[in-house]
């Protein structure tokens, strides 16, 4: 029986209003809610409207709360500005949260700890404002938040100058290696901006909380806990595929997307490791020449493939390139599909990723190995964790004109589902797997910050 550490605190969770930020924080939520802790999720007026819940009792005892952010008729694509984002839904955002703590502080379930993503540190403001305890939650892997940590405080320069990259905990890195606002961040000013931020008030937070368990990158948390006293409290993923604690909780519950069902039955007809799976997530954007080298790599390879693009009249995918797919019988092309019933299909032997953290987490925590096409944001420190540290998938390259070209895809794939190589990965992706699980069972690292965590709250 689980541990039951709490019974009456009350946590209001705000997270970045994107599907892969809310996930992490809402799986965080359902472990709080298992061991006793009333828990609210505060969503955008926006994001309530759009996403497709399995079924309401998915959400399991979490209670949904709703913030504006300025933008309540179409969030972030009402704009399409992420600087005039910002700080319109700081504007609107701090009076609206403002609202919901006081309603909830005049029931009979006032908040004890308002639990952030990191990248809204005005929240934590707020709280302040209320004399709440205050924690900052990092979606990001734990080494990914130590390179911003080093640019912020002028630790690290960008433009970097001098290579390797050398920072305590970390691997030697290049480039290619690091996040891609340190690599150029005059690409992404806004977005570099949003990273640096966090680490503006962090001094104010009661607590860190990091979406990620403590074997997974042992060095860079004690590296970075002698700065900042930091839990890690993942993987973030729904219990079934680790310790089976939390109740009627399979998958990610939370889609932006309409999923499609044709894909499962398709799975199912499928030898076990025949299938190559292939998503970049709902916000990389490829070019037509990258996506014609993908589709006519994936078909190279001779295997079974299922391609999840979401919006494809928007992905740059060809109608003829599409009728290929289509016409060779070994492809799938889907809008969408709930990730973790693919990557937990015995079909599935390669996940072809762009190493966003969730997708990563998920491929680690279900022992799947990895083709990795980073694009930007934390992906190529994500990906370089995969190949040289995790050792569980292969990073592919570019060409002279940025180009992955159909040959290095086939090749990469080849390497992971029949070499030596890729047995190897295989069996490393099983040990991070059994490695994820101790983490949130009983007794485990991530199960015991979670009770340090929860602890705290008693305290305040």
Known sequence: MEE?????SHVLMVPYPSQGHINPMLQFSKRLCSKGVRVTMVTTIFISKSMHLQSSSSLGTVQLDFISDGYDQGGFNQVGCVKTYLSRMQEVGSNSLREIINKHNSSH???DCVVYDAFLIWVLDVAKEFGLLGAAFFTQLCAVNYIYYHVYHGLLK???SSLPISIPGLPLLDLKDTPAFVYEPSFYPAYFDLVMNQFSNIHKADMLLVNSFYKLEDQVVDSMSKIYPLLTIGPTVPSFHLDKVVPNDRDNVLNLFQSDSSAVGWLKQKPAGSVIYISFGSMVCLSSQQMDEIALGLMGTGFNFLWVIPNLESKNLSEEMGKEVNACGRGLIVNWIPQLEVLSNKAVG?????????S????LCLGVPMVALPQWTDQPTNAK???DVWKVGIRVNENENGIVTREEIENCIRVVMEKDLGKEMRINAMKWKE?????????GTSDHNINE????LKKS
Do not use: D, Y
Request: overall charge negative.
């Open 158 to 160: 960008v433009p970097v």
């Open 109 to 111: 379930h006032p908040i």
């Open 360 to 363: 990563t987490l998920e491929a």
């Open 4 to 8: 039951k550490v709490s019974g009456c």
């Open 385 to 387: 964790f995969v190949e």
């Open 435 to 443: 490695l994820a699980v101790e983490a949130v069972s009983q007794g």
């Open 453 to 456: 965590f929860i602890k705290n």
């Open 350 to 358: 390669c996940f072809f990723t762009h190493c966003g953290w969730n």
